[in-house]
C-alpha cells in the first residue's frame, strides 16, 4: 500500500500491521509472470452462491475478461448455500482425493471459512501473491479477521458489506425506528408489515446477530467462542423476537427464504421492509425497476454489523494458478468499480482509494450519490462463529416448527 507509515495514527499502525499478517506469506510462484504462464489454458470451477441474477450477470462479465485477457476459462457452479461446496471438499479430503479437486476457486466467509481453516482444506498462503494486494485498505479490520479467525492469507477480501435495513418511505415517518426497542414498536403498530429471511439463511441469521450485539449485556462477549452461558448471554435477542413475531408477516408462521424473497414480498407490496448487508441494493433494485424509488436504506444508530466477504482455493484445487489469476482480476480497479456501481452490482469495494491513482479513483464514487443507500455508520464487529450455528439451531428449535 503506498502509506506513509510516519503519517499514521498509533491505531492505523496496528490495523497495518494486523493486515500484513493477515494477508500472510505467499506460497507458490514469487514471479507472477509464472503463475499467469501456468494459469493459461486452465478452467477454474467458482463456486458461489447464485440466488441474484445481477450477481450472476456480473461474474458472467468477469468470466469473459478473464478468458479475454488470461486464457483462463472461468466456470461459475451455481449453489443455493457455500456449505454445500465445504461438505463436497470434506468429502474428497476423507477420500484421499489430494489433487484434482472440483472447487478451484470459492465465495466464502464467516463459519464456513473457520470449519475449512481448522481442517487444513484451504490453498495458502496466497494472497500476497496477488499484485493487487497491494491495493487493498489495510486500515480495514474486517479484511485481516474474518468473524474474529485470522485470515492469514487464505482467502482473499472481495467485498465490504455492512447490515442495511431498507423500508418503504411513504408507508413510514420521517423518523424511521434506528433502535430494536422502536423498531419492535413500529413491528407491534403495523402487524404484518415486517419479516427477515429464515435462518439459516445468511441475511436472517445476520439479523439475529445485530439484534443480539445491541441487545447483549456485554458485546465483547460475543467475540469469545460459545459456553455454558448461551442462553443467559442470548435472552434479550429471544425476549424481543416472542414479541415480535406475533405481529410479523403471516404472523410469524412463515419467513421468506432468502433476502431476493423479502425484496419481491417489498416490491409487491406485502411487507414494508428489506434486509440486506448490501448498502445499495435498494439503488440497484430501483434502476432494475423491482422496487419503487420511495425505498430508503437506514442503519441502527448504535451501529451496523459489518464484514468482508471473500475468496478463497481449496487444498486440492485443478487450477490454482488460474484461480490466482481470476483472484487478482476481481481485485483490480476495474473490476472493483463495475462491482461497486449499483447498475452492476453495488457492493462496496475493499480497495483503499487513497492507494489508487486519479484514473481509477474516478472509476468510483457512484454508488454513494444513491439516495436510497444510508450513510456510513460505525461498525459493530462479526461474532465469534461458533454465535452463528448456535443461534441458528436455538432460533430452530423455538421457531422452526411454526
Known amino acids: 500500500m503506498r502509506i506513509l507509515l510516519r503519517h499514521l495514527r498509533p491505531a492505523a499502525l496496528l490495523a497495518l500491521a494486523a493486515f500484513s499478517q493477515g494477508i500472510g506469506a505467499a506460497q507458490g510462484p514469487a514471479n507472477w509472470a509464472e503463475v499467469e504462464k501456468a494459469a493459461r489454458g486452465q478452467t477454474v470451477y467458482f463456486n458461489a452462491w447464485a440466488g441474484d441474477a445481477t450477481i450472476n450477470q456480473y461474474i458472467a462479465w468477469a468470466s469473459d475478461e478473464v478468458q479475454r485477457r488470461h486464457g483462463v476459462k472461468l466456470v461459475l457452479v451455481k449453489v443455493s448455500d457455500i456449505a454445500e461446496a465445504v461438505a463436497r471438499l470434506q468429502a474428497e479430503k476423507a477420500a484421499g482425493r489430494a489433487t484434482g479437486g472440483s472447487v478451484d476457486l470459492m465465495w466464502i466467509n464467516g463459519e464456513n471459512f473457520a470449519s ?21 485498505d489495510a486500515t480495514d479490520p474486517t479484511q485481516a479477521t474474518d468473524f474474529t479467525v485470522p485470515t492469514a492469507g487464505l482467502e482473499m477480501p472481495w467485498g465490504g458489506a455492512r447490515f442495511t435495513f431498507f423500508y418503504e418511505s411513504a408507508a413510514i415517518p420521517s423518523t424511521p425506528p434506528r433502535t430494536p426497542a422502536d423498531l ?30 445491541l441487545l447483549a449485556a456485554d458485546q465483547g462477549r460475543l467475540q469469545r467462542p460459545v459456553s455454558t452461558d ?27 427464504r432468502s433476502s ?26 430501483i434502476r432494475a ?18 464484514n468482508s466477504h471473500f475468496l478463497a482455493i481449496p487444498f486440492n484445487s485443478s487450477a490454482s494458478a488460474g484461480a490466482r489469476v481470476v483472484a487478482n482480476f476481481l481485485l483490480s480497479p476495474e473490476a472493483q468499480a463495475r462491482k ?20 481509477d479513483r474516478a472509476r468510483f464514487g457512484r454508488g454513494e450519490q444513491d439516495s436510497a443507500a444510508p450513510a456510513p455508520v460505525r461498525l459493530l464487529p462479526e461474532s465469534h462463529p461458533s454465535w452463528t450455528t448456535a443461534l441458528e439451531r436455538a432460533w430452530s428449535l423455538r421457531y422452526g416448527a411454526q
Request: zero cysteines.
Open 340 to 359: 461497486a456501481d449499483p447498475a452492476h452490482w453495488g457492493d462496496p469495494t475493499v480497495l483503499s482509494l487513497a492507494s489508487l491513482g486519479a484514473a
Open 230 to 256: 448461551f442462553d443467559v448471554v442470548t435472552q434479550p435477542l429471544w425476549t424481543w423476537l416472542d414479541a415480535a413475531h406475533p405481529h410479523l408477516w403471516r404472523s410469524g408462521r412463515a419467513f421468506p
Open 184 to 213: 419492535l414498536a413500529w413491528i407491534r403498530a403495523h402487524p404484518g408489515r415486517f419479516t427477515y429471511p429464515r435462518p439459516p439463511d445468511f441475511i436472517g441469521t445476520s439479523f439475529l446477530k445485530q439484534l443480539l450485539l
Open 260 to 285: 431476493p424473497e423479502q425484496r419481491r414480498l417489498l416490491g409487491d407490496g406485502e411487507v414494508d421492509w428489506l434486509l440486506s448487508f448490501n448498502p445499495f441494493e435498494a439503488a440497484r433494485a
Open 289 to 306: 425497476r423491482e422496487l419503487s424509488a420511495s425505498i430508503k436504506g437506514l442503519h441502527f444508530s448504535q451501529g451496523a454489523l459489518g
Open 116 to 136: 475449512l481453516k481448522a481442517a487444513g482444506l484451504l490453498y495458502g498462503p496466497w494472497v500476497a501473491t496477488l499484485p493487487n494486494a497491494r491495493l487493498l
